[in-house]
């Protein structure tokens, strides 16, 4: 299948400031990307070079097999980061606007707008005027102004930014719902969760550079897990992790909660050691942790020299997640 | 281009279809006329007549009777008589300038000096010179001069001539009032006084101190024995001293032509005033529009699906119309109102062609600078420092208008005339004026104003572009200007 976006050693500089710098990446047609990176790492500014609204200086785009995304605007969906809305204009009106702009049919704008209302769960919205709904709604409308003219390809910035974890999950269903139509998506988040939830793909950047990029199962194999939690049923004793301290294979034993974070020597063999561990003490559960995004992402970002604070990434619009071992630099 | 259009008309309906425009732009010229047909209705209705006594306590001696004459009815219908023919004929000499026929004319000078002539059947009732005037005027302020069941010879009216009024020695002047002897041998005379009973219409009161005046003048004349000697009547020496009337003329290469000098001033303002209201009601809704997209983020989105030079085409054609409908609504408002009064001779049409001509050049000069300060800054506050050039041309033809109106072609308006960005408004005030420019000036100037159009169209382009997506720090001048220059 061909790439829906393709890009060559794209570099932009605003002024001094180096943006992007030498990007490579290929989008292939129906996948579902997810962009991360830090704040300022430049994710913006790719997807507006994508997007043909600021130029790149050097380097190569193309857009659906076109050099120019101004050429495909109208298979194009785009919902950018800084996203807003007309406060007087009546929802039915704005998006029958913004249906007609991207060349739907005007007689066949206005029963889009409402079909789409009603689908998204917010039917009889269409007489109100933007600045009355609430953020969440405003929300939903975006996106169907995004994607009322039936996009090939959709990019997203900043999707999750800002919602509740309900409107989160609907905003993740809409998603899946076009990735099912077989649209390409490419969208960026510094919610590691939810990229982890929806991407097939993942291309992450950091300081304008690529650091990243590809499949979530690439991923996962790449970056070996070696962390095993156990829960032994005397409640994680002392003695219980002295005892699995001195298997073959284990590393270190940290006690935790009820339960001890085991870190495995480089080359264990995990099968054999969940047996070994299952014979040592009583177990109420053996759990291999498996690697998260997060855990790459901190490890990336890291290992570049940035020194990161978890709190930076763990921003108010990610959910906790639960992950033993962040906060050692880990094998690279 | 289709997309282009989609925007005009949606900032077009969005400016348009708000209660602040149909109230404030539309409806102010619909109120006015609304006042003023008003007035002249109320002006119209036929008010009930007064009635009643005017009491005269003539000191002087020789007034009460002149007074009497002056108020009789042959003397009052004389009046009437006199008032007619004059507006009459005033209103014929304009009628044949403007090409009216004389049955219009009588009509409007019926209907004019209905309002002139007076409103009131009045006697007068003469009392004792020695009478107390504290008196005589006690009851004035009972008469209810409206109601009806009253006593229709009731005093409304009290006149005290005083013998100073008359006879202007020393002595009488000092007791009458502070009017002391004069310089040079003419001595001045006291003045007198009328007392009214509440509520007496304005234009009464003033016909009686008219009449009662005159009648003072007439006695004073018929008491000098100057004039007794020489054998004169008041009417006479009234006649020797009436000032004449000039007319006024202006010839023109076409012969000679009566002025209508107030509304002939009043073109080149008023031309000037539609241009720059079309002109800038269009370009100060483009900056809030353009600054309200910035500010709500929405602008990013539209760039989703249109380029900022389709937006900027847009929302600049989608503003011009809101303008050309201002310059529709009051150019058409009034020639309406020149139509309906018979004025229409002294408005050229060519004028009206030229209007929409220079409006379009300077609606897009102010257009493109407001769109890229509108780009540029992040909120309304900080659009005003990037306001100065604009502001410049907003003023310069208040200032200019003076001088370009009392010489149109002088060397200083000549050179105006070519300056971009104000040129329009120039050449609009100096078309209008009784010397019209010479002819090769027109085309020169509307050249000058197309070329500026270009320039401030392209500049706004490249602005517009990068300053759509800018925000944080607004813009000074500079980094504009660099804007321009980089892209």
Known sequence: MPDAIVARKLRKTFGPKLAVSDLDFNIPQGSLCGVIGPNGAGKTTTIRMIMSIIFPDSGELSVLGKPSAVESKDRIGYLPEERGLYKKMRVGAFLTYMAKLKGVDPGAASKKSSDWLERTDLPGVARKRCEELSKGMQQKVQFIAAVIHEPELLILDEVFSGLDPVNRRLMRELIEEQSRAGRTILFSTHG???????????????????VLDCTL?????????????????????????ERLRSLPGVESVEPGKGSLTLRLAEGADVPEIFGRLALACPMRRIELKQVTLEDVFIDLVQASGETLRREDLQSADAPPRPSGRAEEPAHA | MLKTIHVAWREFCSTVLTKGFIIGVLMTPVFILIVAGGIALVTRLPKPRLTGSVAVIDQAGGVAERIQSRFSKEAVEREHRAITEKVTAAMKEKAAIAGVSEQQADMAAGLATSQLIGKADLAVEVLAPDTDVSKAKAGLADVDVHDKARDPNARIALAVVPLGAIRADDKAAGGAGDNGAGEGGTKKYADFEVFTAPRVDPDIQRGIEIKVAAAIVDARIAADPRVQSAGLTPEQVRALVSEPEGKMLTVTKTGDKKGIGELQMLIPMAFMLLLLMSVMTGGQYLLTTTVEEKASRVMEVLLSAVSPMQLMVGKICGQMCVGLLILLVYSGAGVGGLAVFKYMHILNPMLLVYLVLFFFIAFFIIASMMAAAGSAVSEMREAQTLMSPIMVIIMLPWLLWMPISRSPNSLFSTVMSFVPGINPFVMMIRLCGSEPPPTWQIPVSILIGLLSVLFCAWAAAKIFRIGVLMYGKPPNLRTLIRWVRMA
């Open chain 1, 192 to 210: 590691m969760y939810d990229a982890e939830q929806l991407c097939d793909r993942i291309l992450m950047i950091h300081r304008g550079q690529k």
């Open chain 1, 217 to 241: 199962g690439e991923i996962r194999a790449r970056f070996d897990p070696r962390t095993i939690v156990a829960e032994t049923l005397d409640g994680a004793s002392i003695d219980a992790a």
